[in-house]
């Protein structure tokens, strides 16, 4: 069995591959993984994969701030770039917050059919 296909936490391969994939991707593109071993379910991975997003966003923000208040670097094009970033994490944890609050939502009411 390979931990590169395996999100959830029954050690089962889960059948969901496609949504397995994608998770896998976005923390790949994040610089961390999201396998078995750091969650228990694909829910919980989606959500660390995101949580990995927002944090180097952040770093890249707190960056470039710290380039216009601490070295002096208050050119318009450092200032440009800051104001694109901080855009980028509002939507990025729009996003996070949205996605996880649908697919909970979701959980919650399969949860209720059963």
Known sequence: MSSNNTINGNGSVSQFPSINTTIGAGSAAAGQSASVDQSKSWFEAMAKAWGNALDQQASKVTDLSSKVSDGGADQPSV???????????????????????????ALETLGRKQ
């Open 79 to 105: 200032m440009t770039q800051l104001t694109a970033e901080s855009l980028k994490m509002q939507f990025l944890s729009t996003n996070a917050a949205t996605s996880n609050n649908a697919v909970g939502q």
